[in-house]
């Protein structure tokens, strides 16, 4: 009697634990290093009809999170691939990667460019691990107010502004900055920058000073970012990987690569605006250009985007 109660005991546990999702088992599968490829210009949200893949907060959540709720996941390497972008998604992002990194240690690999903003969003990793001819660097911000009057001047356009408020013009492009209007900009410029030298003195344990000489929008090889102490190593992103295993204390860790999100012209159109994309296929049809197609949507957009951006 005794020995069947077992043997029913026995297959009631093998009946139960087959009806559990294999993720749920807390089976030990060893542990791994994730590696989250980050590619493209920082922006706030969606995808670029015209330049395709992008860097987005929400993206990078989303890859973070899953990292972060794997158990078996040690520790994480970011591969960043980025000239930068705009300033409000980089201190977003850089926000989530600070929060991370206080339960898994995160390494950024730096492939051929991490700049300015791809720089910002590396700052405060735990180590930073570039190759001799990365271009990183670029610490500063950029803010432009193209001034199209003169276009239009010549186009025979002439546009009748309305409004409230006594500044609420100067960022349409239509005509040249007043004295005091450059000083609202530069005073916002200023203050986006001395934002990014904090961010990097506090990740890189540099004084303020250290990093305003720095801090000249220059680009900086690999090498010559791990003499001043912008980067800690230089190597690819097997070096990058070996760091983030001594950093997690593990040993052989396996790895597990991320997948990219893969860009479709179904996201490229879901995220676009579609009141853009019917000027830009009118515009077609009145047999513009790519170029003048692009030059006309820029000018079109002309309110400011303060950006840590490298631009070449």
Request: hydrophobic share 45%; charged share 20%.
């Amino acid at each position: 009697m005794k020995k069947k109660a077992i043997i029913i005991s026995i297959v009631v546990l093998l009946l139960v634990a087959a009806t559990i999702p294999i993720g749920c088992l807390s089976v030990p599968v060893g542990d791994k290093i994730a590696v989250i490829p980050l590619s493209g210009a920082i922006t706030a949200e969606g995808t670029s009809l015209l330049f395709g893949a992008t860097i987005t907060p929400g993206l990078v959540k989303e890859q973070l999170y899953k990292a972060e709720k794997d158990m078996a996941v040690k520790a994480i390497v970011l591969r960043i691939e980025s000239p930068g972008g705009v300033v409000a998604p980089c201190q977003e992002i850089l926000e989530k990667i600070e929060k991370v990194k206080q339960t898994k240690p995160i390494v950024v690999s730096m492939g051929s460019q991490a700049a300015s903003g791809g720089y910002y969003i590396s700052a405060k990793a735990n180590k930073i691990v570039a190759l001799p001819g990365t271009l990183t660097g670029s610490i500063g911000v950029i803010s432009q107010i193209p001034n199209v009057k003169g276009l239009f001047d010549k186009l025979g356009i002439e546009m009748q502004t309305f409004k409230g408020g006594k500044y609420k013009d100067m960022y349409a492009g239509m005509r040249e900055l007043t004295p005091e209007e450059k000083e609202i900009m530069q005073r916002m410029t200023d203050e986006y920058y001395e934002q990014f030298v904090e961010v990097v003195a506090e990740g890189r344990g540099l004084s303020k000073e250290k990093v305003r000489s720095l801090a000249t929008g220059q680009l900086y090889t690999g090498s010559e970012a791990k003499e001043l102490g912008l980067v800690d190593e230089l190597g690819g992103l097997d070096v990058a990987i070996d760091l983030a295993a001594q950093l997690a204390s593990v040993e052989a860790p396996g790895v597990e690569y991320y997948e990219p999100k893969h860009v479709s012209l179904l996201d490229l159109l879901l995220g676009a605006d579609l009141g853009g994309l019917a000027n830009i296929v009118q515009m077609k049809l009145l047999g513009l250009s790519g170029l003048d197609i692009i030059l006309l949507e820029t000018l079109s957009h002309t309110y400011p985007q303060p950006q840590y951006l490298y631009q070449s």
